[in-house]
């Protein structure tokens, strides 16, 4: 299995142009999450699915759009984006099933700037 | 709102010192305290966790003190190496989707 994927790796976006983050994970997971991360900061969550066809907002989700039309996909959708989307962007996924495992998998990360 | 506090921001130990990291929770519903570490350019990976259930757990080198009285939950490395150097992410669950709530994070160097 390759986990969770993300892509691009590396991303240079001027003021006001949109842009998708990629993420695609293949464990069957019904949960999935976008964060952010900021240098001392720690993680943002900014938005987050329970399963395909839901999407609820995290702590952060001002200017950011997402979907989740498959189990295996969750893009980021950014809109006109602003240098304070300077980040890196995370994408994790986890299984709820009983008293199982609580466990987040992490992607190895998308680093955006906008300049 | 900061509802994980993580101490301290960054630290330096020495090759088989010990390395202790600690977090505060203000939330008394949290039910599942992760450890995440980080290493550089890499997405954050679970190191362990605990349940306020118990006070303590140990993985190999790794242990997670839990002071339920006082909302507290520490990270203790023994025998610190060099391998050790990351960021290390406290957590807590707050149910709902499986969320989780950062800390901070703390940059640990292990010095030869």
Known sequence: ?115 | QQQVKQSPQSLIVQKGGISIINCAYENTAFDYFPWYQQFPGKGPALLIAIRPDVSEKKEGRFTISFNKSAKQFSLHIMDSQPGDSATYFCASYTGGGNKLTFGTGTQLKVEL
């Open chain 1, 1 to 115: 299995n390759a986990g969770v994927t993300q892509t691009p790796k590396f991303r240079i976006l001027k003021i006001g142009q949109s842009m998708t983050l990629q993420c695609t994970q293949d464990m069957n997971h019904n949960y999935m999450y976008w964060y952010r991360q900021d240098p001392g900061m720690g993680l943002k969550l900014i938005y987050y699915s329970v399963g395909a066809g839901i999407t609820d907002k995290g702590e952060v989700p001002n200017g950011y759009n997402v979907s989740r039309s498959t189990t295996e996909d969750f893009p980021l959708r950014l809109e006109l984006a602003a240098p304070s989307q300077t980040s890196v962007y995370f994408c994790a996924s986890s299984y709820r099933g009983g008293t199982g495992s609580l466990e987040q998998y992490f992607g190895p990360g998308t680093r955006l700037t906008v300049t």
